[in-house]
Every structure is written in structure tokens, then in C-alpha cells.
């Protein structure tokens, strides 16, 4: 008996969900098979056998577990699988075999998933100096209403207490929340005043967002400065681009063809943080467990924002990749994204990030930076402004670029002088197109 557990499919993967068995249990399934759909921190895929045999499910569907967890087991069918059923023996039906003998064991919500692998037997109410045990979902929700764990009883696994159990009318006396002065509203009437509430339950990707986050605010001292960029060449250059590929696509083209070859400033932007990357390694570094990690490939990410969630694809050795590339490049990711039909190798070893809210009219922001990255890039809107100019005041192209970096491994001054790189790429933009 062979086991299948739960795979890294990313760089970054460290819990996946089961969204959909592609073969029931008790089936015969072959090297190369699709097996399973399985949801990541950044994408749904497609997991295939490499084992042949006869399948047991152990992992229910909408199970989150850890990577490395077990999902499922693959062996040769018992003797009593392959003898034919005796008449009038009720395990005859047709149809797959149950995932567990014990179907009462089996988790009933995806939070309480992970607890389906501990089955020790319930022995009672904890004591006071016990630890409980209980599904991560009930002890935050206990923790945030003030209920005392030891005085439940569990009705999950092996006596856990579960999401339904905290919730529960048993929850009402192990509640330790002071009670409410005279006068003060009541907390009914202060959770109507609010109207209808509807909760929203957040994806795997929108979870993960939100853990990275709050990681990145809670863990990294960053810093950020901003400069503001002279884009007159760049818009120059985009327009002797668009006249270039308008006139090689004359005739050949369907309307508007010309416009998806053209490089956009974003895809400047990201080339000429690549070239800039390239003068100043220490950039394109990593910070983990108290080291700094230095990468020879420099990989610009892209912030793509999806379907309710934003999504940053890796355009690869960028320093490398010509504009035009690159411009190929960020629309096949853009595309990809929103067909929800990117892959986590896709997503991953970034080094560098890029975020662009130009477009929503947004002058500047500052971006978080993404873990364990140094540096995050944010773009602002390019507009006709005013600047003054050997004492006149002219109306010129200009972005605001916001550099937020983690200061344990870019200083103020290495920060500053990527930055006064990147403004002078796109000031005198030739170097782009080499």
C-alpha cells in the first residue's frame, strides 16, 4: 500500500484544499491519471497519479491539510473486492465504497477539515490545566467571545471541539464577557443598527493574500521614498513604437492589433527596474531567518488584479528579455489571470514587484512590500504636469514612482540609488530597446 499526500505545488504552497476527486474510491487508477483538483495559495491545479492501483480516499473533499499530509492511499484490491458479491449481501450496491468506515468521523466543514487525521478517543472534558482540544476555527472564535474551551464538550473527532460547538447553546454559560452597564445599548440592537449583515467567505488565494499581509505589515521594517519621473522620451518612444508596428501591420492587422504590440510604460517600467536591478544585486535579495540571500536571476513580478483578488505573475529573466518580450510577456500573464487558467510555476520565484494603479488615476500609493522580497515598486498615473525648467514653466509627462523597501536589507541610501536608476532609465529610455 502506497501513500499519495498532499503535494508542494508551489514555492510558497504550505496548506492545500480538496476541491474535486477526479476518480471515487475504490477505483483502479494508472500512472499519469488525473487524480485530483486540489486548490492552492495561488492557483487551482491538477494533481496526477504517479502510482497504479486500486485508490483510497482518506482526505474528503473541501479538506484543507498541510503539505505532506495524507490524502489518499493506492494499493491492490482485498479479496473481497475482487470476489463477486454474494446474493442478498447489502455491501453489494453498486457505486463507490465510502471514504471511511466511519462516516461520523468525517470533518462536515472545511474549517474542521485539518482535525480529520487525529482520532484519539474522547475521554470527558478536559481539566482546568489540560490543553483542549479543539479545531483552530473554535479556539479564535472562543478566544474573540471570551468562552472558556474547558467548559465545552466536543462533538468533532475524537471528542474536538468544533466551529459548532462554541457557536452552540452549550456556549452561553462558558461565555466570560463582562456584562453590560445600565443605559448602554444593548448588543442586539447594536448589531441591527448595522442592517443586514451577510458574511463572505474568503477563497484559498484571497486567505492567502490576506495572511501574507498581515506578515509583511507585522514582521517588516520598511521604508519607502518616492521620486518623480520626466516620462516625455517614454512617450515619445511609445509613439514611434505604435507608428512602427502600425505600419509593419498595415494590411495584415485587424483594427486595434497595432495597439496590443506596443509596449506599454508599464512594461517600460518593468524593464528598466530590471536593468536597474542588475547594477544593484543587493535589491534583488531575499531576506530569511536572519540572512540575506542573494539571486542570480531577476524575475520582476507584475500585480495583476483579478476576480476579487490580485494576483502577481513572474515575468522571468527580465533583465534579459527585450521590450518587445516583455510586453508579449505581461499581456500572456495578464490574459491567463483573468481566464483563471494561471499555474503556480507562473507565480512564483519573483524577486522584485511591480504595482501599477496609473491607470485608476491613482498619482501615488504605497504598496506593501511582498515577503521575503526586498522591494516593491508602486506606479502611479502618468499626467501632463507643470515643471519648472531652467526657469520657465513647462507642461510636461510626468509619473510618480514610490520605492517601499524592507530596511534589513536595503538601506536609506541603497534605496535611493535604485530608485535615481530607475528615473534614469525611463528619462533617457534608448536603453530600453537594446
Known amino acids: 500500500m502506497s501513500e499519495i499526500v498532499m503535494p508542494r505545488l508551489s514555492d ?15 477505483d483502479q487508477v494508472a500512472r499519469g491519471e488525473e487524480l485530483v483538483e486540489i486548490e492552492t495559495d495561488k492557483a487551482t491545479m491538477t494533481y496526477e497519479s504517479d502510482l497504479e492501483g486500486v485508490l483510497r480516499i482518506v482526505a474528503a473533499e473541501g479538506a484543507t491539510l498541510p503539505v505532506g499530509e495524507l490524502i489518499a492511499t493506492v494499493g491492490e484490491a482485498s479479496a473481497s473486492e475482487r470476489a463477486p458479491a454474494a ?3 447489502s455491501g453489494a450496491a453498486s457505486g463507490a465504497a465510502p471514504v471511511q468506515a466511519d462516516t461520523t ?28 482540544k479543539a479545531s483552530p476555527l473554535a479556539r479564535r472564535i472562543a478566544r474573540e467571545s471570551g468562552i472558556d474551551l474547558h467548559a465545552l464538550t466536543g462533538s468533532g473527532p475524537g471528542g474536538r471541539i468544533v466551529k459548532a460547538d462554541v457557536l452552540g447553546d452549550g456556549a452561553a454559560g462558558a461565555s466570560a464577557a463582562p456584562e453590560a452597564p445600565a443605559g448602554a445599548p444593548s448588543l442586539e440592537g447594536v448589531a441591527k443598527a448595522k442592517g443586514e449583515t451577510t458574511d463572505v467567505e474568503l477563497s484559498r488565494t484571497q486567505q492567502t493574500i490576506a495572511r501574507r499581509m498581515a506578515e509583511s505589515k507585522a514582521t517588516i521594517p520598511d521604508f519607502s521614498i518616492q521620486a518623480e519621473v520626466d516620462m516625455e522620451e517614454c512617450v515619445k518612444l511609445r509613439s514611434e513604437l505604435k507608428r512602427i508596428a502600425h505600419t509593419e501591420l498595415a494590411g495584415s492587422a485587424g483594427p486595434g492589433q497595432e495597439q496590443s504590440q506596443t509596449p506599454t510604460y508599464n512594461d517600460m517600467v ?6 536597474a536591478l542588475r547594477e544593484h544585486p543587493r535589491a534583488n ?8 540571500q542573494l539571486h542570480s536571476r531577476i524575475n520582476v513580478g507584475v500585480a495583476v488584479a483579478a476576480q476579487d483578488a490580485l494576483v502577481v505573475p513572474t515575468v522571468f529573466d527580465a533583465d534579459e528579455k527585450s521590450l518587445g518580450e516583455i510586453a508579449r510577456e505581461t499581456r500572456r500573464l495578464a490574459e491567463r489571470v483573468r481566464a483563471a487558467t494561471i499555474t503556480p510555476p507562473e507565480l512564483g520565484g519573483g524577486t522584485f514587484t511591480v504595482s501599477n494603479l496609473g491607470m485608476y488615476g491613482v498619482r501615488s500609493f504605497t504598496a506593501i512590500v511582498n515577503p521575503p522580497q526586498a522591494a516593491i515598486l508602486s506606479v ?32 536609506g541610501a541603497d534605496a535611493a540609488q535604485l530608485l535615481a536608476r530607475i528615473r534614469e532609465l525611463l528619462q533617457a529610455p534608448s536603453a530600453l530597446t537594446l
Open 87 to 89: 446474493a442478498g449481501d
Open 270 to 275: 518593468v524593464k528598466a527596474c530590471a536593468l
Open 12 to 26: 510558497t504552497m504550505e496548506e492545500g484544499t480538496i476541491l474535486r476527486w477526479l476518480k471515487g474510491d475504490g
Open 105 to 132: 468521523a468525517q470533518p462536515t466543514t472545511d474549517e474542521d477539515a485539518e482535525e480529520v487525521s487525529a482520532r484519539e478517543p474522547s475521554a470527558g472534558a478536559p481539566g482546568v490545566g489540560e490543553r483542549v
Open 285 to 292: 535579495g531575499s531576506y530569511r531567518d536572519g540572512r540575506l
Open 380 to 411: 502611479g498615473s502618468l499626467e501632463p504636469r507643470a515643471v519648472v525648467r531652467d526657469g520657465a514653466v513647462l507642461v510636461r509627462h510626468t509619473m510618480t514612482l514610490t520605492l517601499v523597501c524592507d530596511h534589513r536589507i536595503l538601506y
